[in-house]
T-cell receptor
Framework: GENVEQHPSTLSVQEGDSAVIKCTYS??????FPWYKQELGKRPQLIID?????GEKKDQRIAVTLNKTAKHFSLHITETQPEDSAVYFC???????????FGTGTKLQVIP | DTAVSQTPKYLVTQMGNDKSIKCEQN?????MYWYKQDSKKFLKIMFS???????INETVPNRFSPKSPDKAHLNLHINSLELGDSAVYFC?????????????FGQGTRLTVV
């Protein structure tokens, strides 16, 4: 089955700096890669996703990159703000198969 | 007007008891899930249902029995609760077979077994 590894497990950055979270996956058939943000005590919520036919996607301060050959994908947050502090999960899934495998999570702390 | 709602939000119970968590979605989605999030925040899928049919069971002990009376509901019943069952349980839903779209999560049920 799919195995998703995520690094780092914790990340502290100064407000205004960039944060990068990296994930690798094992199943070459995976073609959908969502990222979820979970604030303390709340539910995970999708912040951005990327499909395998795209190498990069941006949404304001957030960008994701995908390298299918290396089976790597990354989340980039620029100009971080205190409200970006949360646990971020990467995930991978295969079209037609109702299973999303999550990474182990990264706790991001943005220091004002 | 909550998209995915689960009850109760908190559940404290003694070892050996049987308890249920209910989940309902009003998004018209065909697929529903149960995830378990442990104290280290790992999110692990337990079950996936598509149109009331079980399609994924991730080696969950058979003390856990999901039930889907219709595609808008997926309840989780747990027999003979153990200390290790303490976790936050999230219900989620997404659009149907053949697509990969956003999973919408409920607010979670924090289960504490004492």
């Amino acid at each position: 089955g799919e195995n998703v590894e995520q690094h780092p497990s914790t990340l502290s950055v100064q407000e205004g700096d960039s944060a990068v979270i990296k994930c690798t996956y094992s199943d070459s058939a995976s073609n959908y890669f969502p990222w979820y943000k979970q604030e303390l005590g709340k539910r995970p919520q999708l912040i951005i996703d990327i499909r395998s036919n795209v190498g990069e996607k941006k949404d304001q301060r957030i960008a994701v990159t995908l390298n299918k050959t290396a089976k790597h994908f990354s989340l980039h947050i620029t100009e971080t703000q205190p409200e970006d502090s949360a646990v971020y999960f990467c995930a991978a899934s295969v079209t037609g198969y109702q299973k999303v495998t999550f990474g182990t999570g990264t706790k991001l702390q943005v220091i004002p | 007007d909550t998209a995915v709602s689960q009850t109760p939000k908190y559940l404290v119970t003694q070892m050996g008891n049987d308890k249920s968590i209910k989940c309902e979605q009003n998004l018209g989605h065909d697929t529903m899930y149960w995830y378990k999030q442990d104290s280290k925040k790992f999110l692990k899928i337990m079950f996936s249902y598509n149109n009331k049919e079980l399609i994924i069971n991730e080696t969950v002990p058979n003390r856990f029995s999901p039930k889907s009376p219709d595609k808008a509901h997926l309840n989780l019943h747990i027999n003979s609760l153990e200390l290790g069952d303490s976790a936050v349980y999230f219900c989620a839903s997404s659009e149907g077979t053949g697509t990969n779209t956003e999973a919408f999560f409920g607010q979670g049920t924090r289960l504490t077994v004492v």
